[in-house]
Each structure stands twice: as C-alpha cells, then as structure tokens.
C-alpha cells in the first residue's frame, strides 16, 4: 500500500477489554462501537505493555516497549531525546498531525508535560478535566468558559482538583459522584476539537491522537447517562472468598487496605448495591465515550471521508474495578487491568466483521500503521506489523506465540517496590516479581477469572520452571534495542 490514508487513532484511558456491546458485554450500550467491530477487525486478545498510563503509551507511541523507551513509571520529567513518535514519522509522511486530550508521555502534576519533537502542529491539550492548571495550560477549561460555563458551578465530583496526592475535596459534594452535562463534557471536548482540526486539514493526509480521559477515575459520569442504567441490572466483580490466600503479599495487603497500595475503596467495606454502582458508572462513561465516537464517525462519514480513514479505538490499559477485591490499577496484571479493546477499522482496505483471537500487542499497532501507509517499519521498532490479518492476507488466529507487561516501580506511593514481568501464551499466565520468591501462574483454559494462583501448586512446577525460562527469554529478546544501528562490520 502506498496511499496516504487519514489516521483516527482514539485511545480512551483505563478502559477493560469486555466493555463492548458486541463482544460480549450484555450490561452495555455501545452500538456506535458495535459498528466500527462490523465495519472492521475486532481483536478480542489484545494486550497492554504496561498497566500504567505513561510506560504503555509510550510503548504505543513508538512501537518499543516500555523499558527500551526508559519511559518505566509515570511522573517522569522529560521523554528521552532518542525516542522517536510514530506522530513525528508521519509528519515526515507529509501528514499534518494533532492531539486532542491527554499525551502523558511526561509528568503532567501541575503542569503542562514537557513534550518531546512529536510532530503535532494542533495541540488541543487537557490531561483531565479538573482545574489544575495556571495559565490556561487545560485547554478544556479555556473552551468551557469559551462557552459562558465555570467548572466549580457544575462539576458536582467528589474533588475539584486532582494535581496532587490526596485530590482537593469539592466543598459542594452531595455525596454522589456526578460529572459535569455530556455538552460540556471533556470527552465531548475532545471529539469537538478533533472535528475542528479535521476540518482545518480537509484535502491534505491527517493523521489525530484523541486521548479523552474517561473512563479513568473519579467515576463521575452525567447525571443523565447514569439514569440510562440501572444498578440493580449490573454484575458483581469476579472475587472468591479466600482466594487471596495464594496471591502475592501486596494484593493480600490491598484487599484490606483499598486497591492502588490504599488509594482506592476497600473492598470488604463495600456493598453489594456500591459495588454494582461502580460498574454502573463505569459503564456511564463509557456509554458517553460510545456517543461522542459515533459522533466523530458521522462527521467522517458525511464529509466523504470514512471510506480512506484508518480508525483505531482502543486504551491505554483497564481497570480493576472491584476483580480479586481491587479498585484502580498498580502492580497486577489480571485481565481486567492488561487485557484492552482494540478494533482497528478502513472500509476501503481492510476486513469487515472480522473477530481476531490472535494474540497482539499495543506495541505492535504503530508498526502496522506505518506499513499500512507504504512506510517501511523502522529498524529500531520492536513491535510487529499485523496489516496482513487487517487485509485478509494472513491467519486471523494466529500472530504472536506470547505477549508481555511489565511494571517496574511505576507509580509513585504505590508498589514502589515493585518490579515485575507478565508472560502470557493464551493459556498460562505467569508473573515474575523480580528479586522475590513469590509469582503467580493461572491456567486461563480452566480457570478463566484467575482466581486459583498455581505457583506454589507442586502438579505445576514443572509448567512453571517451563514458563520462567520462556519468559526470561522473551524479555530478553522483545527488549533487544537495536537503536544504535549498526552500520559497519567492524
């Protein structure tokens, strides 16, 4: 392929793999991404690089995994100079580029991140909505007093800043959790934005991040999309009672202390009506983020551009939401936190209604989209291009024999002691803590909610010494970083 095809690349923040209508949620409704499944390829196995914002978007972001990139935990002071954005490769396609929402490739408490040579001319910002930030650094802010609205008088969450550690409380919480109305929206900010830069660049090759920060904590979905669910009609998180009694120490310790090292609810604290709450106000968000996407591919549709535009949907990472007795995210890797939707979508050149089980990785869409434009994949990107499952031409089943996470230290007052890896071959999950005796090993074919850690179970050893090696050698290998190019024999 050698055409200059539009690029939508929408990535939410925090959001599970099982949050879609069609794929197998029936809790949800999400008909605008129940389309984009049949007008493309859904990939049901599709896996994060990190379950912590800033290593697995800059592991998307390049095409590298996060320890080659050095982009390890969140909180970071600058991106490293010789990291190159796909962004930035595009630009050098000929592609205007823009950004609406967050980036998080560098530290954003309280203040704009420091951004690298990304290649972006539009730079529509706003890392949450909260009012943080001096000098207009939020652009969502700016846009809602654009619109006659002050954020204080209708954000009705819990905490009205969250720019550093605990948030600052919102003086006039009810007691209920309630965002902003869906038209003064952050999500809807970054869809309206996203239009206005299309719009500006209509005739030439476009390429756009939108990164809203839904559905990320504070749940604080409208009013209105709440009153579409009801909490009765929600699930229950997968927990077993007394499974953590084979899990490592600092889950153990999470379970009685709240989720994120204590930063999150307390599960045993909890009822069964507030735990269905959540769910419901998870799925809140989501169902918004639903509305104002089908918004976006409308815009695209009338304005005679569907048909050449490459559209990714997809997240950074997932959430927990109450799995195993835990909220947030932190130093585990359950499905819920590092298996992600991805649906990747062109009308005009790829597979309509396909649903791939192949195992994928985040790092391996920058890759595939280069490929997909006519580029060469650079020498130094470590993810592999999947354009031939997207083309009909390769097997749908089959892509990687495993994927790999990692979490090193990554969150600041939580898990600081962390450092851990994930091998996952479709079957059998294993976590490594690096430096400590204790692991975790699931056997997802007989025990799909991994609530039974096998580790220590004796009828597994020799499975586990197995994986270890072969997980050893994959982050050896997937890691190697062939950045310094060489050129010369000797």
Known sequence: MSKQYNILWFCTDQQRWDTIHSLGNPYIHTPNLDRLAEEGVAFTRAYTQSPICTPSRACF????????????????????????LVSKLFQEQGYVCGLTGKLHLTAAEGRVEARTDDGYTYFAYSHHPHNDWPDDGNQYQV???????????????????????????NPGFSGKQVGVPAEYHQTTFCVEKAIDFIEQNRGRPWYI?????????????????????????????K???????????????????????????????LSDYEKREHFRDYYAEIE???DQFGRLMAYLEKTGQRDDTIVIFMSDHGEMNGDHGLYWKGAYFYEGLVHVPLIISCPSIFRKGLRSDAL???????????????????????GKSFLKILTGEADPHHFRDAVYAEYYHTLKGTHENINATMYFDGRYKLVCYHGESYGELYDLAADPDEFQNLWDDSAYQERKA?????????????????????VYSF
């Open 209 to 237: 991040n939108i990164n809203p920060f839904d559905p990320h904590p504070p749940l604080d979905p409208p009013q209105a999309y709440k009153d579409r669910l009801r909490v009765e009609d929600m699930p229950l998180p």
């Open 466 to 486: 197995a994986l270890i090696l072969k997980s050893y050698s994959n982050t050896v290998l997937c890691n190697m970083d062939e950045s310094m190019h060489r």
């Open 288 to 290: 918004l983020i639903d």
């Open 239 to 269: 927990y077993r009672e007394g499974e953590m009694e084979t899990k490592p120490p600092h889950q153990q310790k999470d379970l009685l202390q709240g989720g994120q090292d204590g930063q999150a609810e307390i599960y045993a604290e």
């Open 61 to 84: 972001m390049t095409g590298r995994y996060p320890r080659s990139t050095k982009a390890i935990f969140n909180g970071n002071e600058k991106f490293s100079k010789d990291e190159k």
């Open 360 to 382: 994928v990785g985040l790092v391996d869409i920058a890759p595939t989209l280069l490929e997909a434009i006519g580029q060469e994949v650079p020498y130094y990107m470590q």
């Open 143 to 169: 846009w809602l007093r654009e619109h006659g609205v002050k954020w204080e008088e209708i954000y009705g969450g819990k905490f009205t800043s969250m720019a550093t550690w605990p948030p600052v409380a």
